[in-house]
């Protein structure tokens, strides 16, 4: 999950070869202005695109290094500074095993000290910061709580901020272990959801300090994709986020996806057996003594091993209570979607041949069955079978693409859409209104090496959100139009809470049509009905009769 792939690198076959290429706009060491923290003084560096000026701010620290006490303990702040912090770098990111989807090690630095953040904005909306403020749009990154960086797939800013002239801020939390383990009442001082707090806490820096950038603290709009869209999710339910963002886009998850509790404790015991704590009394200081190093290489082959739970203040019950209650600030205004082919990314886990990245191999029948099993319980397999195969048919690919659709239905798709009605459903007359979206416009350069069964997979959205096209000559002239029009629909709605005008079509809630706004700019303006009512219909039967057994996520060995 989440943003797989360092989208600047393209990734040839299976040769492990990576080409990255530079697309860094032209700088010098322009520096900007000093802007005076709370904290201390800071310093920026300024870029340019389109003759505009942008200003960077990397790797400014919103909360103390978390380590030693302060590992696996709540976000404190910074000790202040006096002397001027050049912030023209990215901080490290967080520590990280290697994403086990492509087998690729992430190749920068990565450091337990990680809780930094980024801002860019341009320049005349930081020298106008007095007179008037522009909308934030605050990004939590994906990676399935595992991996990934704030500024990982969003182009440092350009051309999304020079464009549309918002403020942009990519952050990092703490990942895997370091953000989500949890030994549940056994060591009740070690929280759930840090990852969460993390991010809970910068939006409160954000609150407290974007205006000195030129940015609204009352408009601020919180996106992400995949594990950061989930996170949106939580923080949508979350009674300690409340008043800190007034819009929020999901790209891709909720809180809709697997979180079971007694797992994440076991897992977490799991771990802590493995380390030389295993025979300690005190989970705590022995775990805040081990060498990170040691953690990391507990982590295990599970992509999603250590992930958020019900419980805490940040997410107080099960979110389906939350949602069926009302007990959840209903003012804000979603945006929300999917990806047509999700899941594609992720089948080869359940049988490398069949669902093979490059040439995957015929499916039959049969088989088609066993793999339908593996994540339906037996009750339901019958049930299923007919919903998603129909009469029996050895037709391979339509067996594969219907595997996909179960696939994506039940992790992605059928969670956000779901959601979104059920936040809609509970709103009062002045609540906020839910837009969805249905992206189904393959880019052309992001992995293009990918067969076409895969189609529009996830985590396809980024590079259309962030502008990659425009500055990456590899893309079409489709995705150069769809790529402004998605900045458009994104920075517009941050700034009025709707989305534009889709050519002729004017974008109805679902509080008004049950149905999403088609992005393709074959079909611009179309919106698709029949993916959104199945998963409403079908949705309470589904959610039930997962198995138990379900591992999509567990990788056994490397992939390619
Ligand atoms: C920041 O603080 C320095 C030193 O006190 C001062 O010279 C400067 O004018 C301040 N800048 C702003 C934007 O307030
Ligand atoms: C911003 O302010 C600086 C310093 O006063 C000035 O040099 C620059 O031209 C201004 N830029 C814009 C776009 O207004
Ligand atoms: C600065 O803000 C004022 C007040 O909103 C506005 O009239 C002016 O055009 C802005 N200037 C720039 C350079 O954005
Ligand atoms: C961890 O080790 C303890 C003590 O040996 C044992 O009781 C417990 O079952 C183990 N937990 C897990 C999840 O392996
Ligand atoms: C599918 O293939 C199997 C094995 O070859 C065969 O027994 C079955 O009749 C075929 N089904 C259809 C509908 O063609």
Redo the contacts with the bound molecule.
Sequence with gaps: MGNLYHNKCLFKMNILILFCLIFSPVHGLNLTPIVNLTSGPIQGKVTEYASIDVYQFLGIPYAKSPVGKLRLQLPVKPDPWTEVKSVTDFGPACLQPMNPVLNIPYTGKTSEDCLYLNIYVTESTFNNSSERLRPVLFWIHGGAFTFGYGNEGNTEGIPMVPLHDVVLVTMNYRLNAFGFIYFGANEPRIPPNIGFQDQLFALKWVHENIHMFGGDPNSVTIFGESAGSVSISAHLLSPPSKGLFKRAILESGTVYIDHDLDALITGSWELYNKTSCSKSEDVLECMQNLKAKEILNGLGDKLVAFSFTAGGDILPYEPSKILAEGLYDNSVDLLLGVEKNEASMFMNAIDPMAFNHFSPMPI???EATNFLERIFDSKSIDYFRELYFGP???NSDYLRTQLERAYSDLLFVCPTFVFGHQYASNLGTNGGKVYAYYHTQRPKAYLPFFNEWMGTFHSSDIPYVFGLPLINPDYSQKDISLSREMMKIWTHFAENGEPPMVGETKWKPFQEKMSAMILNIDDWGKTETGRVEFCLKQWDYLYPHVSKKFQLFRYQSPIL
């Design positions: 039959s029948y049969r029996e048919t050895n």
